[in-house]
């Protein structure tokens, strides 16, 4: 399959493009791929934030937007890694199933509904029609969060239900260390009355 299949296949056919990613691993490509779209996005989103006074927006100067986008961008591929490795050795653990360059790759070509959404939350805002950019963008979200799920699922080669426990997975734990966090905490506190 080559990249405009591929591309093709992300937005109309998720399950078929995400399957052919996880069994071929193009990781280089991907990555390449997800840096341009972040690229393009912030790119984008710098034209809609100048339809504002960008100094009142981001409190920082025009001059340095670019380094404040490289440093999104390094920090962006920094989660994409990490995630693809907890991913992977969640469900290594968990399932007995792992595919760390596998899912590197599905969960960079998840991105680029992102690019879509950026396009159109700009055009309503030059249209003045920013409370439609908003629904749009949520959608939008909501679109990458299901391309991830199915990502994960097609590179560990899980059912649905141990994908969103794989893919939630990081967001439970946390949640349960800042409880036990608070509880021991509120516990401590109250033993010092």
Same mark, same amino acid.
């Given at each position: 399959m080559n990249l405009t299949e591929l591309l093709w296949n992300t937005i109309f056919h998720p399950h078929l493009a995400m399957q052919k990613l996880a069994a071929e691993k193009p990781w280089g490509l991907s990555l390449i791929l997800y840096v341009a779209v972040l690229t393009c996005i912030m790119i984008i989103n710098q034209g809609a934030l100048a339809l504002r006074p960008i100094e009142e927006a981001l409190r920082l100067p025009a001059q340095y937007l670019w380094l404040f986008g490289l440093v999104v961008i390094v920090f962006s591929l920094m989660v994409l890694f990490l995630s693809a490795g907890f991913f992977s050795l969640f469900s290594e653990i968990a399932y007995k199933r792992g =595919?760390? /360059?596998?899912?590197? $790759?599905? /969960? $960079?070509? %998840?991105?680029i509904p992102g690019l879509l959404g950026s396009v159109l939350q700009y055009a309503t805002t030059i249209l003045g029609l920013d409370w439609l950019g908003a629904i749009? =963008? @949520?959608? &939008? &979200?909501?679109?990458?969060? *299901? /391309?991830? *799920?199915? %990502? *994960?699922? %097609? $590179?560990?080669?899980? @059912?649905?239900?141990?994908a969103l426990v794989v893919y939630f997975a990081p967001m439970l734990i946390l949640a349960f260390i800042m409880t036990l966090f608070t509880v021991l905490i509120f516990t401590y506190s109250i033993s010092l009355l």
């Open positions: =595919n760390s /360059l596998g899912l590197l $790759s599905t /969960l $960079s070509f %998840a991105v749009i =963008n @949520s959608i &939008i &979200i909501f679109w990458v969060l *299901v /391309l991830q *799920v199915i %990502a *994960v699922r %097609a $590179s560990l080669d899980l @059912s649905t239900g141990q």
